[in-house]
């Protein structure tokens, strides 16, 4: 099967697509889509089974495992700083709408808070499910694998970003990503960077292996595995 759909509460689901997932969220008035998976052209359809409520499609980030069923939508709603990984290849996507940090989008009596969280891409976002105290946190707070290899990914950002989530972290208690395991509780964001710092002051011991057909460092820091990119010597 493609695709499992999981119902997390009278108003929330969630969609496994080979190793990702999103998620449904629905409010009295309209119902969010955070991503559409990896090889679901149809998360559109999916999304209204589960609720009859009017669908917005918001995305995390745009790498393709996240995008599959953007076409069947009218609009993908994310951060402009994601736009070119959006538009990269050549692939045809409805235009988007912009998403800025602390926005709130108001689905009737839930409200999500946009949270901006570069480094895994320049546009990630996570969205804080204010009401029931989730945070969805796209590819970038997770326990499995964080791709950081590649154009337009950037470690330093993306440990900044953490310190950031931190901050907020009294508002949360659970966190679903959309890869590895869930829920996870906050005390995976001082481990992550914790691991991000081993990285960047170069202490943290790597393998090499290829991915894509890119040259890759592997960094098992323990609540993570980072890919990075290689270095001259590797």
Request: aromatic letters at 8%; proline letters at 5%; hydrophobic letters at 40%.
């Amino acid at each position: 099967m493609e695709y499992e759909v999981f119902q997390m509460d009278a108003a929330t689901w969630r969609i496994e697509n080979k190793g990702v997932r999103f998620f449904v969220l629905a409010g009295s008035r309209r119902a969010a889509v955070i991503d559409t998976g990896m090889s679901v052209e149809n998360a559109k359809d999916i999304a209204a089974s589960l609720t009859d409520q009017p669908l917005l499609l918001i995305n995390t980030h745009a790498d393709m495992d996240h995008t599959s069923g953007n076409n069947a939508f009218e609009t993908a709603h994310m951060h402009p700083a994601e736009y070119v990984n959006y538009f990269k290849g050549g692939a045809k996507h409805p235009t988007p709408t912009p998403l800025w940090d602390g926005e709130i989008i108001d689905l009737g009596g839930r409200t999500l808070r946009v949270i901006t969280q570069p480094g895994h891409t320049p546009g990630s976002i996570a969205l804080l499910d204010q009401e029931r105290r989730v945070l969805y946190a796209g590819d970038s707070i997770q326990d499995g694998r964080i791709f950081m290899f590649g154009p337009m990914r950037n470690l330093v950002a993306y440990r900044q970003s953490l310190e950031k989530i931190m901050r907020l972290a009294e508002q949360f208690d659970l966190i679903y990503p959309c890869h590895a395991s869930l829920p996870l509780t906050n005390e995976i964001i001082p481990r992550l960077m914790e691991g991000a710092d081993r990285i960047l002051r170069g202490e943290a011991a790597f393998t090499l292996t290829s991915m894509h057909g890119t040259r890759v460092r592997v960094y098992d820091v323990g609540a993570a595995t980072f890919l990075c990119d290689s270095q001259p010597g590797d």
